[in-house]
């Protein structure tokens, strides 16, 4: 059974940083591309940022310097480390692994960007 468990959302004041963590587990971790998606109330779900298996990363761009997305295949587990946090950040994070046509989604972690 394929499971990504999210981990590390919390309330956080503007300016601040975050940790996400995903842990994978019944997939062949290291031939997946993983990637951090978000959605806020009343919005749609959108990428934040992407590393495929090789290591290459992509970011959306309004992330790009703030953000960093980073895994270890050892542990299968899936980072992003979220540097000057805005309230515009606050949404639910949720892990996504994909290779080919197949997907797995996490449950999400709540990020709140807030004074």
């Known amino acids: 059974q394929v499971q990504l468990v999210e981990s590390g959302g919390d309330l956080v004041q503007p300016g601040g940083s975050l940790r996400l963590s995903c842990a994978a587990s019944?997939?062949?971790?290291?031939?997946?591309?993983m990637g951090w998606y978000r959605q806020a109330p009343g919005k749609q779900r959108e990428l934040v940022a992407t590393?495929?298996?090789?290591?290459?990363?992509n970011y959306a761009d309004f992330v790009k310097g703030r953000f960093t997305i980073s895994r270890t295949n050892a542990e299968k587990t899936v980072f992003l480390q979220m540097n000057s946090l805005k309230p515009d950040d606050t949404a639910v994070y949720y892990c996504?692994?994909?290779?080919?046509?197949?997907?797995?989604w996490g449950q999400g972690t709540q990020v709140t960007v807030s004074s």
């Open positions: 590393i495929t298996d090789g290591g290459s990363t």
């Open positions: 996504n692994a994909r290779r080919d046509l197949t997907s797995h």
């Open positions: 019944g997939i062949g971790f290291i031939f997946y591309t």
